[in-house]
C-alpha cells in the first residue's frame, strides 16, 4: 500500500467535505470549454484540459479504489494507458506530447467516469487507513486544476482569433493595494525550515530542519508590469552583463522580448486580450528573466530559505506574512470573470508563484515515499528551481509556507513573477 | 480576375448540380466526426477536418464571392488568416502545424459559414464567366475531400483506443476480383499525353504533348497485401540492396518494416482495426518502399507517360480501361461502413493511387495561371513523384487518365500502393 | 567480379598513363593543404581533403587489388571501415559526418599508402579483364578531385580569416568572352539521347534512346553575376511568385538572399576573398535559385535532354558545340592560382555546371552494374536534378555530352550555374 | 581595469615562476598533437587542443597586455575573434561549434604567439597591479590545461582506430591503495564553508560563511570500477526506479548503459584502449548515473558543505584530508604514460571530480568581479552541479577545499566520478 508517509491529516479535517468540493471546481472549471478546447494540447510541457479531468480521477481509481477496495474493476481497461501521467511504477503510457490527439474519449464520457469513481469512493472517505491519501489525492487534483487553467490559457493562446474562456469582470484590477512598497527585513540567524507536521504536507517539504540565514532583506511587494516596462525600456533584453549564460542563450534563441503573453500594451489572459494594468505584478516570465531583471534592479532573487522564514514571521520586523485562509475555491485573478476575492495585500500568498535562487533539491534527510506515489515529487529534483507563494490561478488553502513549487528555468505558462531580496 | 487558363468547362455541365453535390458531401464525410475529433492535427502534412471544411469555404469566397460579387462582404474579417492554406498572393497565414490548435471556430459555427456561402454562390453558378472558376473550386472541394478522409484516420490512428469513424460493412471484401492477373502489353511509339481538352482539368495536366515510349508492359492489377507480406517475409525491409539511397536511410531512420497502418495481422481502418484482407492490393506504402518492392520483384514502376497510355487503350493488346463513370460520390474502400458501389476489377482507376516513377515536372509549354490560383499546381514541381489513377477515398469522376497526383517519396497516410512495370 | 557492363574502354585508350596521371593530379591538389586543413570536415555533404585522398584509394584496392590479385594483402586490415563510403555491398562504415574526425591516419600516410597501392596496381593496368573498372576508378578519381576542391572551398570558408589554398593569378578575369550573346535554336523532333558506346561512360548515361522534343532555344551563355545582382536589386529573393513552394521555404527558413560565397561586392574563392568580376558566369546557386532566377527572367531551366541535343549539334541553327579536348589537367577557374588554359568561350561546357529542370531518373531499360559498383549511380535516383557540362574544377575531358551530374535541389557548394532556355 | 576583487595573492608567491612553469607545461601537454589532432572538436562541449593553446594566450593578451601596457599592439587583429571564449564584454566571437573549422592558423604558429605573449609579459610580471590578474590568469590556463586532456581523449575517441597520444606506462595501476574502506563521519553543526582569503580563489568560492550541517558520513574512497560493474550487472542501467526523471529521459534517449569510454572490458584512455583496473575508482560518469548508484547503494551523494567540511577536518573523527602539496606538475593518472607521482590514497583529492547533490549557485552576498572577468564564473549559476576534489587531469595545487567545480548534470566527458554519503 503506497502509503505516502510525510502525509498526517489534521484531527477532525473534513476530507470528505475536501473532497467533494475539489471534484465539483475541476469540473466546474472546464465548464466552459468546448470538447475541443478540452482536447488540444499546444506544447509538451502543458496538457489538454481533457486530460486533466481524466488524469486526477485516474489518481483516485489508482491508488484508491484499485488498490483500497477489493471488488473494484476499472471503469475501462484501456484508459490507465492514456491516463497515467509519468508513474514508472505504474506501467506504459502514451507519450507526453500526444495528449492532444485524444478527442477520445469525450469529455462527457471522462464527466462519467467521473462521477462514477466520485460515487465508488464515498466509503472509503471515512476510513482512516486511506485518510492519508485522499489527502494526497486532493492536493493533487488542486495543483491539476492550477495546470488546467494555465495550459489552457496557452492552448486558447495559439488561436489568432484570442478566444476568451470567461467574460471580463466589470470590477478594475486592484494590483497590489497601496501598502505594497517597502521591505521585509530580517537579522540573520537560524530558521526552522519545512514543514511542521500540522496539516497535509508533501513529502519535499520536510524534515522540517535548521538553515542558518544571513541579514536580508524581502520586498513586500511584487514586481509590477510598469517596472518590468521599464526594464524593457532600459534595453533589459539586449545586454548581456544582466543575464545568466543560459539566459542570454535562450533569449537569443528564441528571440525573447517581454514577458509570454504580451503584445504591444495588451496581454492574453482567460478572458482574451486585455489591456495591462501597470499596477499588476509582471506575470509569465521565466526564471532567466527574474534573475536579469533583479539584477538590473540592483537586487537579487530571495532564496527558498528566505521566503519560508519571512512567510514564517520568524524575526521579522514587519507584521509576519500568514498562510492565507483555507477554502476551495480560486483566488480569482484580475483578469478572470469571477467574482472579485478578498486578499491581504501584504501576503506573500497570491497573485503568483515566486521564483527563488534555490534549486529544488531534497532537504536533509529526505526520503520519498514508498511505491509508485514515491515519483511525485522526488524524482524531479534536477534542474529546476523552487518557486514560493501561489498564484491567482491556486486553489486557497492549497499552499503554505513550506510549499515548494519547482519548474524549469526557461518555462514561463505559469503564473510566475517574483520578488526581490538584498542584503543588508 | 484569376481565370484559370486551363479550364474548359464541357457544354451543358451542369455546374450548379455539381456544386451542391460537392458541398453537401463535404459536410456529409465529416458527419460522424465530434468537434473535437474534427479539431485535432496529427503531423504537419495533415490537416483538420474542421480546416477542410473551413478551407473549402474560404475558396469559394475568396476566388468566386470577393472577386466576382462586387458587394459581398466577408463573413468574418478574420478567417482568412486561419484558412489560406499555401496562396502567398493572399497574404500572410498561420503557420501549418498550427492548424491543430483551432479549437474555435466550432464545427458548427463553420457549417454555418458553409451555409452562408453556399447561398451567397446561387447567383453565380449560372454565370459563364464564372464557370471555369467554379469547375476548379469543384475539383478543390473534391481534392479535399479525400485529403479530408485520409487526414482524419491519420489522427484517430493516433489514439491508441483505435477509435472507428464508420461502422464495418456487413458484406466481406472483394479484393480486385478473379480477372486480375496478366499484363497490358504496348508495342512503344509516340503516345499523346495531357488533357484532350474536353471536360475540366488542372493546368499541370497539360500542355497536351508527344512523348516516345519503349515497349512495356503494365500489370493488370494492383499488388497485394498478400505479396507484401512475401516481401517482408523475405527480408525486403533489411536488405540495402533493394533501395534507393535515400530510402534506405528513411527506413532506418524510422525504423520501417510494413506499410503504415499495419500491425501483425489487422490494419487501421476508418472502422478501426480491422483484418488484413490478403487479396486486397497494399496501400499506404511509400515511394521507396514500392521502388523496393518493384526491384525485388524484379520489375520496376512505370512512368506517369507508360501508364496514361494503357489508361487511354492507345495501341494496348489487352482491353482498354476506362475512365470510371462520373458521379459525385465516393468510391468506398472495403473497409469502411457506407454501401458496396459497382467499379470494375480491371480499372486501372480505384482502390489506391499509384507510384510513378516519374517526377512531378511541368510538361513542355506549361505555364501556370495568373493570379493566386496559380500557385494551385506549379510550384510544387519539386522533390515529389507522380502518382495516377485514383483511390478508394476518391470521389468517383474526380480523376482521368491525364490527371497528375504527386506526393513526396516519403509520405504514406494517402491511400498509395503500385501497379508493377516491365521491359518487353 | 563487379565489372561495370556499360564500361567500354576504347582501342588504344592509353589507360596505363590515364590513371598515372590522374593519381599524380589527385596528390597535387591536396598539396598546398597542411594535414589539419585536410582534415576537416565542414557539412555533411562534404568531405575531408584527407578523406578524398584516402577513399579513392580505397576503391582501387577494393574492386582491383583485392578483387583482381590473388595474392594482395590489405594494407591495413581497418582502413576501410574509415574509407568506404556508400557502398552498402563493402559493409560497415564510420558515419558520413565522422569523416571529420580522422586525424589519424595523417595525410603522409595516407600518401604512402597512395604509393603502395599505384606500385601494386603496375600488373593490372595492361591487364584487359581489368580495363572497364580501370576506367571506371580512373572517372572516379576524377569525380573526387572535383569533390576534394569543392569541399576544401566549403571548409576554408568557414574559417573567419578567409585562408587561401592558392594564390590569385596574374592575369585578369575573362568571364566567358564578347561571342556569349544569343541563343542555339532548335526546331524539335526525335533526339537521340545517352551515350552512344564509344570511350567511357558512367552506367546512368545509357541506354541510348530516343527522346521527342519540342522547338526551343538554348542560351549560347551562362547567367552571369552582373545579371544576378540585378535579379536581386529587383527584389528576387523577397517575392514568392518567383519561387517554387520548398524553394521558397528554403529561403525563408536560412535567409538566404544571395548565391553562397557572396559577402557585398566579393566572393570566397579558393584564392581567398576576391573582387566578383560582373561578367563571369554566377555560381554556386541552388536549384531553387536556378528556377526562380529563370523565371525572374522570363524564360525556364532546359531539360537534360534539350541541353544534350544542342551539345551534340543535332539540327541545331548555330555551330555546334563540341566535348573539350581531352587531358589531364583542370581548366582553371579564374580565381585560381594556376595558368590560363584556353576554352571556347562557346562551348557547353567548364565554368560551372548546369542545372536542368530534370529530375535524375533511370532512362528506359536501364540497369545498374552487378555487385558492389552497382550502388555507383543506381541507388540515388530519387529527389535529385541533373546537371549538365561541367564546371572549372571539373578535369578536363572528364564530362561529355551524356554526362549526368546530379544534386539536391538546395545544394550549392559545388560549381552550379544556370544556362537559360525558352520555346520557340 | 578589471582587477578580480576576490583574488587575494599571497605574499611571497613566485608568480613568475608560476606563470612559466604554467605556460611551459601548456605546450607540453599539446606536443604529442599533430597540427590535425590539435585542430579537430568532436562535440559543441569540447574544444580542440589548438584552440587551448591559442584562447589561453588570448586571455593573457586580453586582459593583462592589452589593459596593462599602453604601447601593446595585438599580435593579430583579427585573432581575438577566433579565440575569446564566452566573454561577451569582449565581443563577437566564432559559433563555439566552429572552433573545429580552425585550420589555420597552424600550432605553429600559435605557438609562435605564446612566445611573442610570455616575452611582452615579462616586465608585468612583477608589477603588483597586476598580480591578481595574473593569479587569476594562472589558475585559468591550469584549468584549460585539464580541459585540453579531456577534450583530446573525447576527440581521439571518436577514432575507431582507437589512437594514443602516449605510451602507457610500465607500472601497474595502484587504484586507490589499501586504506580507503569505512567513512569519515561528522557530527554536524556550523562549518565555515568557502575560501578564506589565503592565497588565490576564484570569485564563486567566496564569501566564507557559515552553513549548518546535520550529521553525516563521507565515504573514504571513490566508488570503484568493481562496484559499477555489479550496479549494471544488478540491472542499474534499466530500472527506472533508482533514476531522477531528467536521468531516465537521458538513459532512454541516448541509450545509455555504462560510463562514458568502457566497451566490454576495456576503457578509452590517453594511451588507447586498456583494460579497466577493477579496484580503480570509476570515472566518465554523469550527474545522473551518480545520483543512480547512490540510490541503488542505499546512499547518497553528499553536499558542497559536508565534502568541504570533511576536507577541512572540521569536526571529523577520522584523520583530516589535506589539501594536496602544491606544484606545477600533473597527477598522472593510471592510464598515462608519464612517471607515477606520490599521492595520499586517503586524500580528498585526485583521481577524479566528484559530485555533489548540490546546485552551483551562488554563495551569500556572492558578487562577481567588475568588466569582463566578472563573467567568469558567476553567469553559469544555472542548472549546473557542483563538484569537489579534483581529478588525475588536475594540476596538483590547482585544486583546494573550497574550490567548486561545475558541470550539467548529462555531461561525463570530464574525469567526474563519486563518493558516497549518508546519515548518521
Given at each position: 500500500?503506497?502509503?505516502?508517509?510525510a502525509?498526517?491529516?489534521?484531527?477532525?479535517?473534513?476530507?470528505?467535505?475536501?473532497?467533494?468540493?475539489?471534484?465539483?471546481?475541476t469540473?466546474?472549471?472546464?465548464?466552459?470549454?468546448?470538447?475541443?478546447?478540452?482536447?488540444?494540447?499546444?506544447m509538451?510541457?502543458?496538457?489538454?484540459?481533457?486530460?486533466?479531468?481524466?488524469?486526477?480521477t485516474?489518481f483516485?481509481?489508482?491508488?484508491?479504489?484499485r488498490?483500497h477496495?477489493?471488488d473494484?474493476?476499472?471503469y475501462?481497461?484501456?484508459?490507465?494507458?492514456l491516463?497515467?501521467?509519468?508513474?514508472?511504477?505504474?506501467?506504459?503510457?502514451i507519450?507526453?506530447?500526444?495528449?492532444?490527439?485524444?478527442?477520445?474519449?469525450?469529455?462527457?464520457?471522462?464527466c462519467?467516469?467521473?462521477?462514477?469513481?466520485?460515487?465508488?469512493?464515498?466509503?472509503?472517505?471515512?476510513d482512516?487507513?486511506?485518510?492519508?491519501?485522499?489527502?494526497?489525492?486532493?492536493?493533487?487534483?488542486?495543483?491539476?486544476?492550477?495546470?488546467?487553467?494555465t495550459?489552457?490559457?496557452?492552448?486558447?493562446f495559439?488561436?489568432?482569433?484570442?478566444?476568451?474562456?470567461?467574460?471580463?469582470?466589470?470590477?478594475?484590477?486592484?494590483?497590489?493595494?497601496?501598502?505594497?512598497d517597502?521591505?521585509?527585513?530580517h537579522?540573520?540567524?537560524?530558521?526552522?525550515?519545512?514543514?511542521?507536521?500540522?496539516?497535509?504536507?508533501?513529502?519535499?517539504?520536510?524534515?522540517?530542519?535548521?538553515?542558518?540565514?544571513e541579514?536580508f532583506?524581502?520586498?513586500?511587494?511584487?514586481?509590477?508590469?510598469?517596472?518590468?516596462?521599464?526594464?524593457?525600456?532600459?534595453?533589459?533584453?539586449?545586454?548581456?552583463?544582466?543575464?545568466?549564460?543560459?539566459?542570454?542563450?535562450?533569449?537569443n534563441?528564441?528571440?525573447?522580448?517581454a514577458?509570454?503573453?504580451?503584445?504591444?500594451?495588451?496581454?492574453?489572459?482567460?478572458?482574451?486580450?486585455?489591456?495591462?494594468?501597470?499596477?499588476?505584478?509582471?506575470?509569465?516570465?521565466?526564471?532567466?528573466?527574474?534573475?536579469?531583471?533583479a539584477?538590473?534592479?540592483?537586487?537579487?532573487?530571495?532564496?527558498?530559505?528566505?521566503?519560508?522564514?519571512?512567510?514564517?514571521?520568524?524575526?521579522?520586523e514587519?507584521?509576519p506574512?500568514?498562510?492565507?485562509?483555507?477554502?476551495?475555491?480560486?483566488?480569482?485573478?484580475?483578469?478572470?470573470?469571477?467574482?472579485?476575492?478578498?486578499?491581504?495585500?501584504?501576503?506573500?500568498?497570491?497573485?503568483?508563484?515566486?521564483?527563488?535562487?534555490?534549486?529544488?533539491?531534497p532537504?536533509?534527510?529526505?526520503?520519498?515515499?514508498?511505491?509508485a506515489?514515491?515519483?511525485?515529487?522526488?524524482?524531479?529534483?534536477?534542474?529546476?528551481?523552487?518557486?514560493?507563494?501561489?498564484s491567482?490561478?491556486?486553489?486557497?488553502?492549497?499552499?503554505?509556507?513550506?510549499y515548494?513549487?519547482?519548474?524549469?528555468p526557461?518555462?514561463?505558462?505559469?503564473?510566475?513573477?517574483?520578488?526581490?531580496?538584498?542584503?543588508?
Amino acid at each position: 500500500m503506497p502509503q505516502p508517509e510525510a502525509v498526517r491529516v489534521p484531527q477532525g479535517a473534513d476530507l470528505a467535505g475536501e473532497f467533494r468540493r475539489t471534484r465539483r471546481l475541476t469540473a466546474a472549471l472546464a465548464d466552459p470549454l468546448s470538447d475541443a478546447d478540452a482536447t488540444i494540447q499546444s506544447m509538451e510541457d502543458a496538457s489538454p484540459a481533457k486530460w486533466h479531468l481524466a488524469h486526477t480521477t485516474w489518481f483516485w481509481e489508482t491508488f484508491l479504489l484499485r488498490d483500497h477496495c477489493a471488488d473494484y474493476r476499472l471503469y475501462r481497461e484501456d484508459w490507465p494507458f492514456l491516463f497515467n501521467s509519468y508513474y514508472e511504477a505504474e506501467g506504459a503510457r502514451i507519450g507526453r506530447f500526444s495528449r492532444g490527439m485524444l478527442s477520445r474519449p469525450t469529455v462527457a464520457e471522462i464527466c462519467q467516469w467521473r462521477d462514477h469513481v466520485d460515487a465508488a469512493m464515498a466509503p472509503l472517505l471515512d476510513d482512516p487507513d486511506c485518510a492519508g491519501m485522499i489527502a494526497l489525492g486532493i492536493a493533487h487534483e488542486q495543483q491539476h486544476q492550477e495546470l488546467l487553467l494555465t495550459d489552457i490559457k496557452h492552448a486558447l493562446f495559439q488561436n489568432p482569433l484570442g478566444p476568451a474562456m470567461w467574460d471580463r469582470a466589470a470590477r478594475a484590477g486592484e494590483g497590489q493595494g497601496e501598502a505594497a512598497d517597502g521591505w521585509h527585513s530580517h537579522p540573520g540567524g537560524i530558521a526552522l525550515i519545512g514543514h511542521d507536521g500540522e496539516g497535509f504536507a508533501f513529502d519535499n517539504e520536510g524534515p522540517r530542519h535548521r538553515v542558518l540565514l544571513e541579514p536580508f532583506a524581502l520586498a513586500r511587494r511584487l514586481v509590477t508590469n510598469a517596472e518590468w516596462d521599464a526594464f524593457i525600456a532600459d534595453g533589459g533584453y539586449r545586454d548581456a552583463r544582466l543575464w545568466l549564460s543560459d539566459g542570454w542563450a535562450w533569449v537569443n534563441e528564441h528571440g525573447i522580448s517581454a514577458p509570454l503573453y504580451w503584445h504591444e500594451g495588451r496581454a492574453f489572459t482567460h478572458c482574451g486580450w486585455q489591456d495591462r494594468d501597470p499596477a499588476a505584478p509582471v506575470t509569465h516570465i521565466s526564471y532567466y528573466e527574474a534573475d536579469a531583471f533583479a539584477t538590473w534592479a540592483g537586487a537579487r532573487l530571495p532564496t527558498e530559505f528566505e521566503w519560508e522564514a519571512i512567510a514564517r514571521g520568524q524575526h521579522v520586523e514587519t507584521a509576519p506574512a500568514h498562510d492565507p485562509a483555507g477554502g476551495n475555491q480560486l483566488d480569482h485573478p484580475d483578469d478572470w470573470g469571477g467574482p472579485p476575492l478578498p486578499g491581504g495585500s501584504d501576503a506573500l500568498f497570491g497573485d503568483c508563484w515566486q521564483f527563488t535562487r534555490s534549486a529544488y533539491l531534497p532537504y536533509p534527510r529526505f526520503a520519498p515515499c514508498e511505491g509508485a506515489v514515491g515519483e511525485y515529487n522526488g524524482k524531479f529534483m534536477s534542474g529546476q528551481f523552487v518557486l514560493k507563494g501561489a498564484s491567482c490561478a491556486t486553489v486557497r488553502g492549497h499552499s503554505r509556507a513550506s510549499y515548494r513549487n519547482f519548474f524549469y528555468p526557461h518555462q514561463r505558462w505559469q503564473f510566475t513573477g517574483l520578488r526581490l531580496a538584498k542584503d543588508i
